[in-house]
Nanobody
Framework: VQLQASGGGLVQAGGSLRLSCAAS????????MGWYRQAPGNQRELVAS???????TYADSVKGRFTISRDNTQNTVSLQMNSLKPEDTAVYYC???????????WGRGTLVTVSS
């Protein structure tokens, strides 16, 4: 499975961006899709994830500002990011976790830069 992420860019603090990630094929097994980010000098961290059933999980730092959603018919996951802060600046990665076989797939990162 290949994941194609898009939507990164430069935005001022307080602004919004929407990230999207598309899987190359339909996923029928139990899975979770999510977004992670990695800022320079930091470890990659979970931003938000959503199960195939629609249950979403968020990092405390983005709760109330970011919303994750998925379209199982289109094999896509999106991340709506509002009220962006400079500390949200990072490379954002899309991840697909196939829970039944314990295998993860990663997309290429997309850079989000929030200026103050």
């Amino acid at each position: 499975v290949q994941l194609q992420a898009s939507g990164g860019g430069l935005v001022q603090a307080g602004g919004s961006l929407r990230l999207s990630c598309a899987a190359s094929r339909s996923i029928f097994s139990r899975n979770s899709m999510g977004w992670y980010r990695q800022a320079p000098g930091n470890q990659r961290e979970l931003v938000a994830s959503i199960s195939s059933g629609g249950t979403a999980t968020y990092a405390d730092s983005v709760k109330g500002r970011f919303t994750i959603s998925r379209d199982n018919t289109q094999n896509t996951v999106s991340l709506q990011m509002n009220s962006l802060k400079p500390e949200d600046t990072a490379v954002y990665y899309c991840k697909l976790a196939l829970i039944s076989i314990g295998r993860d797939y990663w997309g290429r990162g997309t850079l989000v830069t929030v200026s103050s």
